[in-house]
Each structure stands twice: as structure tokens, then as C-alpha cells.
T-cell receptor, first 113, second 109 residues
Framework: TAGITQAPTSQILAAGRSMTLRCTQD?????MYWYRQDLGLGLRLIHY???????GKGEVPDGYSVSRANTDDFPLTLASAVPSQTSVYFC????????????FGPGTRLTVL | GQNIDQPTEMTATEGAIVQINCTYQ??????LFWYQQHAGEAPTFLSY??LDGLEEKGRFSSFLSRSKGYSYLLLKELQMKDSASYLC??????????WGAGTKLIIKP
């Protein structure tokens, strides 16, 4: 079982360009999340989805968008990247509305220049 | 506001015991999670407490006091592979996790 996969592993992106970070889980979890992790800060929630077809904003949603067309996939799009979006991005999923433990993907390291 | 506090870094000796503290203040409370994160890797789940008291799981134990907004993670018989960051997270009333910045644990031989 793969669990959660993310792509790409790392990326260097020019400021102003758009990019989609991909996240796929094979555990049939209802809830999925996108976090960013920056040095000295805790994981911060960008967007979440409690079930396919619904999404919600987290703590730091500006500059990011998500969609949840099906249970397995939860892509994160940066419409016009800025250097402050340089970070490590983690996708996670959990069995219910987050009441259970979250399982994390391996992360995407994004550098915006 | 919502806030999670934990020490930035701790050092301990192989074979010893270490306690990592966490204080939390969140809008509502639906449990306290501990995760382990090795450098360059994803966080992995260690424990979950929603009731007061101690939960023991092998070499790792986690304690919760809801009245004090306090938790700790206790690691016994430390091994070199325990060198990692330990993340404390409180689940708020919306079932979202509020994360601390993590405690980097350095194990010395």
C-alpha cells in the first residue's frame, strides 16, 4: 500500500509562475489536508477537505487554491507564486473529519525565486 | 488566540529518559496529538490523549492535564534513532490541528 504520494519531490519555480502540487491517497480516507512547514514555525494548515466535493480554508489560504473532485486526489495550486511561498508542503489524510490520526505524504520542497 | 508552546531543543543521553513538555491554548479542545518527525521526512503519529492521565505505548508515554492545558511526551531507554523533532498538536473545536513548532531532540552516546 502506497499510502499518500506527493509530486513533485522538489521544485524551483520563478516568481509569477503557476504550479500544481499533486497529492494522492489510496486509503479511502474522507478528510485531506494541505500544510506548509517553515523553519521555526509549526505546521500551518492551508486548505482542507472533509469529503469529496467540499473544501475549506485553513489558517493561511491566501495565494492557494484546492479542489477535491474525488476521494483520492487533492491538488494544491499556486496561481502566481511569490518568494514567501518557499516552503515544504505536506499533504495529509485522515479517516474521518480529522478526529483520527493524520497520515502524511513525503512532502514537496518548493523554492520560489 | 490559539497557541502551542514547546521547547525548541533538548539534549539527552542514549539509554536515559527525557520528558518533552507542551502547553496549549486553543479554541475548544478535542484531544492532544504527538508526532515524530525525522529530518527531511514526514511527521508520523505517536500518540493521542483526550482524557486526563497517562497513556503508555512501549518506550513512549504521553500525559494530559486538560485543566492545566498541559501535556508531556516521555521517552524511555533512549536510542540514537530517537533523534528527531517531536511535534505537539492540539485539536480545536473545528477538529483542526493547531501545531507547535516542534522540539528537536538530540541524543548523545
Amino acid at each position: 500500500t502506497a499510502g499518500i504520494t506527493q509530486a513533485p519531490t522538489s521544485q524551483i519555480l520563478a516568481a509569477g509562475r503557476s504550479m500544481t502540487l499533486r497529492c494522492t491517497q489510496d486509503m479511502r480516507h474522507n478528510a485531506m489536508y494541505w500544510y506548509r512547514q517553515d523553519l521555526g514555525l509549526g505546521l500551518r494548515l492551508i486548505h482542507y477537505s472533509n469529503t469529496a466535493g467540499t473544501t475549506g480554508k485553513g489558517e493561511v489560504p491566501d495565494g492557494y487554491s484546492v479542489s477535491r473532485a474525488n476521494t483520492d486526489d487533492f491538488p494544491l495550486t499556486l496561481a502566481s507564486a511569490v518568494p514567501s511561498q518557499t516552503s515544504v508542503y505536506f499533504c495529509a489524510s485522515s479517516d474521518k473529519d480529522g478526529y483520527n490520526e493524520q497520515f502524511f505524504g513525503p512532502g514537496t520542497r518548493l523554492t520560489v525565486l | 488566540g490559539q497557541n502551542i508552546d514547546q521547547p525548541t531543543e533538548m539534549t539527552a543521553t542514549e539509554g536515559a529518559i527525557v520528558q518533552i513538555n507542551c502547553t496549549y491554548q486553543t479554541s475548544g479542545f478535542n484531544g492532544l496529538f504527538w508526532y515524530q518527525q525525522h529530518a527531511g521526512e514526514a511527521p508520523t503519529f505517536l500518540s493521542y490523549n483526550v482524557l486526563d492521565g497517562l497513556e503508555e505505548k512501549g518506550r513512549f508515554s504521553s500525559f494530559l492535564s486538560r485543566s492545566k492545558g498541559y501535556s508531556y511526551l516521555l521517552l524511555k531507554e533512549l536510542q540514537m534513532k530517537d533523534s528527531a523533532s517531536y511535534l505537539c498538536a492540539s485539536m480545536d473545536s473545528n477538529y483542526q490541528l493547531i501545531w507547535g513548532a516542534g522540539t528537536k531532540l538530540i541524543i548523545k552516546p
